[in-house]
């Protein structure tokens, strides 16, 4: 009797592949961080920031008690008239020789110096109103309402809407860093499993951490508008390389 002929097994092979795929934990930081502050002291009458929320270029966050700066500018407006008066009439007693060239002098010195002062106590004035110097989020707020604040201290930080994911790579994946071409990569944030956001890289520093002998390297991303990604919130940066 005849055997039926017995089928053979197959395998195709194939190139194989040199692509790999890795990750790193990552947090998630503002590109641009700002500590916002009054360039003159006093007591704080309006405060808009809460933290979290969206601020537009020129909004303004707070406000201090401007009366005092208020006199101060009609004062110093008073004695530039007054300054600018007899610079003035020194100028027409002059033409008639009626006075030295040395007292028109000093009155037109006396003019400048009053007309720095009124400019300075203008500028003081403008200054009691803080306003976000660019687009943002209110990362925290360092002060409340009504309480008294000094020049130069730090009210607010300022976080850009722009972010970065942060990893930190060990030295023998610099080291070869130029000579592998990396692709596919993306972060996905731990609050948001499942959506992932392309990424690309922005910078890295060229100093190792010295307790963890790592590299700090920036992927920027951009996360749709309807979420809220914050500077702290950790993800995963993913990779393919070849």
């Given at each position: 009797t005849e055997q039926?002929?017995?089928?053979?097994?197959?395998?195709?092979?194939?190139?194989?592949?040199?692509?790999?795929?890795?990750?790193?934990?990552?947090?998630?930081?503002a590109v641009r961080s700002t500590d916002l502050a009054f360039q003159v002291g006093g007591q704080i009458v309006e405060w808009n920031a809460i933290d979290g929320t969206q601020v537009q270029r020129g909004e303004v966050i707070a406000r201090l008690d401007a009366r005092s700066f208020q006199s101060e500018v009609e004062r110093a407006e008073a004695q530039y008239l007054n300054a600018e008066s007899e610079y003035e009439r020194a100028k027409r007693l002059i033409a008639e020789d009626a006075i030295s060239k040395s007292v028109v002098e000093s009155r037109q010195a006396q003019r400048q110096i009053a007309k720095a002062s009124l400019d300075t106590a203008k500028k003081n004035l403008s200054d009691t109103v803080l306003r976000a110097p660019n687009s943002g989020a209110d990362g925290r707020s360092n002060v409340e309402q009504f309480q008294n604040v000094a020049p130069q201290q730090p009210i607010l930080v300022l976080q850009s809407r722009a972010v970065d994911a942060i990893v930190n790579v060990p030295a023998s994946f610099v080291l070869t860093s130029n000579q592998i071409r990396y692709f596919n990569v993306f972060v996905e944030l731990d609050a948001a499993p499942g959506r992932r956001f392309p990424a690309k890289f922005r910078e890295a520093l060229g100093q190792a951490d010295s307790s963890t002998q790592t590299f700090e390297a920036h992927f920027s991303f951009t996360p749709p508008a309807v979420l809220v990604v914050l500077t702290g919130m950790t993800a995963t940066l993913y990779y393919e390389t070849e």
């Open positions: 039926p002929p017995r089928p053979a097994k197959l395998i195709i092979l194939e190139t194989g592949s040199n692509q790999r795929s890795g990750s790193f934990p990552a947090v998630v930081r």
